[in-house]
């Protein structure tokens, strides 16, 4: 089967007017001469930015993403933004679960499922994020940990909606730690979820894994040449134009 390569930038908490601008440009230049339509691309902005990113990737072939989405549809919960409220600014994909997101804001498997729903109601692509510790990983529970976070997502995820998720396995080791995870390790892992996807619903083998965790322009080929690799989600080095540009460029397959 094959899965087109999605390479996924997520910005965290930085960018400016400035910056954004300057980088979107960048990307959008190279994009152009680099035809690397083999691959779908995307970049999940900070909200406060999203109206600017939209305006600027208006014409390009790059989609707009969120960092995160609410559970909830609309009321009190000051500071939530529903999925509805991204839908207006063009938004396609939404992250759901970072680690960030599970470590410092205590979002259980639970609260990712709704999230995960609530993307999908709203026409959206959620990009499930799961991934081990160092400690679970040490301690032999990496595939236990990950299924049971993809598993409460699959849970609530009906056969006809599953092939519209993405799911982004990060280590939460290797996350913005200069540490990858070989692409035998991560591809043994991608393999896993593959089987479990395939299954609860038969459909899910079109389902994209991507890796996630210090990748980068150099080690970029050599995880996305892994069968199970669908791309990537990729942190700092999607604040850096010609790093972001040379990753699409090899899941485009032009390395
Ligand atoms: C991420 O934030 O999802 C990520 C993978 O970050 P980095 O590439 O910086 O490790």
Redesign the pocket.
């Known amino acids: 089967m094959t899965r087109k390569k999605l390479i996924a930038g997520?910005w965290?908490m930085n960018g400016s007017l400035a910056a954004n601008a300057a980088l979107l440009q960048a990307v959008a230049d190279g994009l152009q001469q680099q035809q690397a339509a083999a691959c779908d691309v995307a970049v999940a902005v900070p909200a406060a930015y999203l109206a600017q990113v939209q305006q600027l990737l208006a014409g390009t072939a790059i989609a707009l993403g969120a960092q995160d989405v609410s559970e909830h549809s609309s009321g009190a919960f000051t500071g939530e933004i529903s999925a509805a409220m991204l839908q207006e600014f063009g938004v396609c994909y939404a992250l759901v679960g970072?680690s960030e997101r599970r470590q410092y804001h205590g979002e259980t498997d639970a609260v990712v499922a709704a999230k995960a729903q609530a993307a999908l109601a709203a026409g959206m692509t959620p990009v499930v994020c799961i991934g081990e510790t160092l400690a679970e990983r040490e301690a032999g529970q990496t595939e236990a940990v990950v299924q049971r976070q993809l598993g409460a997502v699959l849970d609530t995820v009906g056969k006809d909606d599953v092939l519209r998720l993405v799911v982004a396995y990060?280590p939460v080791w290797?996350?913005?730690t200069g540490k990858t995870a070989t692409p035998e390790q991560a591809q043994a892992v991608h393999a896993a979820l593959r089987a479990q996807l395939v299954a609860a619903h038969p459909e899910a083998a079109g389902v994209r894994l991507l890796y996630?965790?210090?990748?980068n322009a150099a080690n970029a080929a050599s995880l996305l040449a892994q069968p199970d690799i669908d791309g990537g989600?990729?942190?700092?080095?999607a604040l850096k134009a010609a790093d972001f540009l040379q990753i699409i460029a090899a899941a485009a397959g032009d390395l």
């Open positions: 997520n965290k970072h990060e290797a996350i913005g996630g965790g210090s990748m989600l990729i942190g700092g080095a």
